[in-house]
T-cell receptor
Framework: EAQVTQNPRYLITVTGKKLTVTCSQN?????MSWYRQDPGLGLRQIYY???????DKGDVPEGYKVSRKEKRNFPLILESPSPNQTSLYFC???????????FGPGTRLTVL | AQSVSQHNHHVILSEAASLELGCNYS??????LFWYVQYPGQHLQLLLK??????LVKGIKGFEAEFIKSKFSFNLRKPSVQWSDTAEYFC????????FGAGTTVTVRA
């Protein structure tokens, strides 16, 4: 089944404790992206990757890092999480020719 | 990047009522347009999309949307909603990157 998976789905952590949210897709898509969803703000792009070893900042990259060592994986790293990073995070992948993004199930992160 | 406006934050209606959600984007040029739906506790799913051709596009679950280029609009419609349409709906516009609106929460009362 074609899908985007994320882990963990729920995470509660404390300020400053490094964490990684994994994202994996099995559709061989070149483009992958991370979003955060906050009430009243919709989805805002954090980082995106056009292909392996190619990443770039989205609209709200501060406090986040990503890497793209393999085509299928695109982890999101919070080196020192802060409470304002409490949010719902979505990973997405896309084949550029179709221009349609497929979303993962989301990761609800709470930073205390 | 585009700025995407969704006119309503929260819409409440009864089953069998008609639904129309407004979406406007900020400037013209070649754009691709999308409506995504997020059911409670689930991830975003594509409802429909417009790339070119007939400005009236039909999607899944009886939804349709009309692209009006002169108004920079892409409004979503459904003639008769069901309780299962309770969800959050997002309009998105792609010129060189995908930009989302803030979302509209739709609550359908049985």
């Amino acid at each position: 089944e074609a899908q985007v998976t994320q882990n963990p789905r729920y995470l509660i952590t404390v300020t400053g404790k490094k964490l990684t949210v994994t994202c994996s897709q099995n559709m061989n898509h070149e483009y992958m992206s991370w979003y955060r969803q906050d009430p009243g703000l919709g989805l805002r792009q954090i980082y995106y990757s056009m292909n392996v070893e190619v990443t770039d900042k989205g609209d709200v990259p501060e406090g986040y890092k990503v890497s793209r060592k393999e085509k299928r994986n695109f982890p999101l790293i919070l080196e020192s999480p802060s409470p304002n990073q409490t949010s719902l995070y979505f990973c997405a992948s896309q084949q550029p020719s179709t221009d349609t993004q497929y979303f993962g199930p989301g990761t609800r992160l709470t930073v205390l | 990047a585009q700025s995407v406006s969704q006119h309503n934050h929260h819409v409440i209606l009864s089953e069998a009522a008609s639904l129309e959600l407004g979406c406007n984007y900020s400037y013209g040029g070649t754009v691709n347009l999308f409506w995504y739906v997020q059911y409670p506790g689930q991830h975003l799913q594509l409802l429909l999309k417009y790339f070119s051709g007939d400005p009236l596009v039909k999607g899944i679950k009886g939804f349709e949307a009309e692209f009006i280029k002169s108004k920079f609009s892409f409004n979503l419609r459904k003639p008769s909603v069901q309780w299962s349409d309770t969800a959050e709906y997002f309009c998105a516009v792609n010129d060189y990157k995908l930009s989302f609106g803030a979302g509209t929460t739709v609550t359908v009362r049985a």
